[in-house]
Structure formats: C-alpha cells, structure tokens
C-alpha cells in the first residue's frame, strides 16, 4: 500500500510539474509578447527551431473562431493534479496530523481556503480600491502576509505553505476560467457579428493574466519549500521567511515584465 502511494505521489506530481510549465510558459510569452507588440505594431520576427516566425497584433482580426487556439487546458490540468496532490499527501497522507485542529477539521479548513480565497481575491479586485493596481497589491500582499502568520499556527509549517500556495493556484486557475476566457469568448463573439470588442473585457482580461504573472513566484516557493524545510516552513520565522519570499518574488515578476 505504501509502495503504491509513492507511485501515485511521483506520477501525479510529474504530470503537475509537466503542466505547470506549460502553462507557465504559455503565460509569460503572451505576457512578453503583448508588451512587444505595444512597443512594435508592425509585428515581430523570432526563430525558434530553425524556423523564422512573424507575430502579428491583429486589431481587427478576420478569423473564424472555429481556428481559434485557446490556452485554457493547461491550467485546469495544473490545478486539478494539484489538488489530487493534495489530497494523497496531506488528506490521506498523514500530513495534517500535527495540525493545531483534528485532520477532519484541518481539511475542511484548508478546503473552504481554496473557496474563500478565490472570492475575497475576486470581489476585491472588482471593487473601486481594485481601480487604484499599486493601492490593491499592497492591500492584497498584506492580507497574504496576515493570512500566513495564521496558517502556521493553525497548520504544522509544511502544511501552511502548501495551502497557501493551493489557494493562489486556485486563484490563478478561476482567473483563466472565470475571468479571461469568458471575456475573450464575449471579444470573439463581438467580431464574429461584426461589433466592435469592448475594450473593458480585454483590459480586464489582460489584468488578471497580468495578476498571474505574479502570483505563480509564491505558487512555485511554495512547491520548492518542500525540499527546504529548515530554511522555510520549519524555521521559527516561517511565515517571516514566507512574507520576505513573496516579495522578493514580486520584486523579480516586475523585473522580468520590464527587462524582456
């Protein structure tokens, strides 16, 4: 039994990790790509493979939307093996014993975090202080800040970083289909019956995949913290360690989002 929940273990994370990078690399090239082509309208040229590639911003594109490519799989495969992950490592892996609560209790928690999450972050970034991106970021970091100092203490250290990083995978997850998909679909329709696109579905599109940019930095310390656990989780500064990770995290989306 032992024996074929490591299997599961290895296999599940494999494929997580697998789909985690694409969609990661499908995020942070239409990040660079859209800054691109604001800089350059006329198109960019790249090589890759021994192929040249001219990239074009179509403003008004004649496309039907059957030849559509949507980058929405990779998300939900990253999240749905993620949370498979969570179930046979800490739900039914003993992870959560030590935990402040009873596991029953520490699951239910950790449960009602993806959900609680998702919409203290949705709600928030709809309302008028969601108007004002630093003013919202630094409230959020706070909140994410708070949100750790208790964890840890509701939660062994190991489990704590792991839920929060489940939480902002889940955010990141809703994003792409709550938030970017259906707006970009309500674009296409509008070509296809000859309208013109709202331009306050793209920008708001374009803010939540903005968004994720950022929060993948803490989604991935906390997938590494598992191979560091004196120097994270297990520290007597954990959510300290956890607090100054982010933000040099946040410190290193920023730069990358202007240096490429």
Same mark, same amino acid.
């Given at each position: 039994m032992e024996t074929l929940s490591e299997w599961a273990n290895l296999l599940v994370r494999w494929f997580h990790v697998f789909a985690g990078i694409l969609w990661i690399g499908s995020t942070w090239y239409f990040t660079w790509l859209d800054k691109t082509l604001h800089a350059s309208p006329e198109g960019v040229w790249m090589v890759h493979s021994g192929g040249f590639y001219k990239v074009e911003k179509q403003l008004k594109p004649n496309v039907h939307p059957g030849k559509l490519h949507w980058f929405r799989f990779e998300a939900l495969f990253t999240w749905l093996s993620g949370l498979l992950l969570l179930y046979i490592v800490y739900y039914a892996?003993?992870? $959560?014993?030590?935990?402040?609560?009873? #596991?029953?209790?520490?699951?239910?928690?950790?449960?009602?975090? /993806? =959900? !609680?999450?998702? *919409?203290?972050?949705?709600?928030?970034? $709809?309302?008028?202080?969601?108007?004002? #991106?630093?003013?919202?970021?630094?409230?959020?970091?706070?909140? /994410? =800040? !708070?949100?750790? *100092?208790?964890?840890?203490?509701?939660?062994?250290?190991?489990?704590?970083?792991?839920?929060?990083?489940?939480?902002?995978?889940?955010i990141m997850t809703l994003n792409v289909w709550v938030r970017i998909l259906p707006a970009q679909k309500k674009l296409v329709a509008a070509l296809a019956s000859g309208a013109p696109p709202d331009p306050l579905l793209a920008a708001?599109?374009?803010?939540?995949?903005?968004?994720?940019?950022?929060?993948?930095?803490?989604?991935?310390?906390?997938m590494i913290s598992n191979h560091f656990p004196t120097a994270t989780y297990g520290s007597d500064f954990n959510w300290q360690v956890f607090a100054l990770l982010v933000l040099v995290g946040f410190g290193a989306a920023k730069v990358v989002r202007e240096l490429r």
């Open positions: 892996g003993g992870a $959560m014993e030590d935990s402040a609560v009873s #596991p029953g209790a520490a699951t239910a928690c950790g449960l009602g975090l /993806l =959900v !609680a999450g998702w *919409f203290a972050y949705d709600l928030f970034w $709809m309302s008028p202080l969601g108007q004002r #991106p630093l003013l919202g970021a630094t409230l959020c970091y706070a909140a /994410l =800040v !708070a949100l750790a *100092f208790g964890l840890v203490r509701l939660f062994n250290g190991r489990a704590a970083y792991i839920h929060l990083g489940a939480m902002l995978g889940t708001q599109a374009k803010d939540r995949s903005k968004h994720n940019t950022f929060i993948v930095l803490p989604v991935i310390l906390t």
